[in-house]
């Protein structure tokens, strides 16, 4: 199978979307969230000038996404994932590492000195994750405050 990538841009938004929802309406998620709030979603990433987002291309069939941005901290800039996703019928294939890969290449050339993201602890994607050469950090969590 061969994949090829792209950056993500404003033409993909409607198909990212649509992907985001086939993938994520599954388990372990099972999310129902509109299609146009997630199109909302990601407008709001690509007006973000630190945004990147890249695709991965099975022919001409959208494969897998990741959504993310640059994060400049005091040691350097990362790239945060705060999305990545793949089709249903694509995943166990090898196409997200690709796309991990890939991402990690891009980053590399821009000079950025990590990939970072957070996930459910021992979901399908924790193991691809580790697989994929990401730690646990331990001693960090997550919070969060909700404000409505």
């Known amino acids: 199978m061969k994949i090829h990538f792209s950056t993500l841009n404003e033409n993909h938004v409607t198909g990212c979307a649509t992907l985001y929802r086939t993938v994520y309406k599954e388990a372990p998620w099972f999310e129902t969230s509109e299609l146009e709030l997630i199109i909302n979603f990601i407008k709001a990433h690509l007006k973000n000038n630190f945004f990147r987002g890249y695709i991965a291309w ?3 069939r959208m494969v ?3 959504i993310g941005f640059k994060k400049p901290w005091p040691g350097g800039v990362e790239y945060y994932i705060d999305e ?5 019928a694509y995943q ?3 196409v997200g590492s690709e796309l991990m890969n890939f991402i990690a290449e891009q980053s ?3 000079g950025l000195n990590a990939i970072i993201l957070n996930t459910h602890k021992d979901y399908p994607s924790d193991f691809f994750y580790r697989k994929n050469g990401f730690d646990e950090h331990s001693g960090l969590i997550i919070l969060s405050r909700t404000l409505r």
Request: aromatic content about 12%; charged content about 30%; proline content about 6%.
């Open 84 to 88: 990545f996703f793949v089709e249903p």
């Open 64 to 66: 897998a996404v990741s």
């Open 58 to 60: 099975h022919d001409d």
């Open 92 to 94: 166990g294939r090898g």
């Open 108 to 110: 590399l050339t821009e």
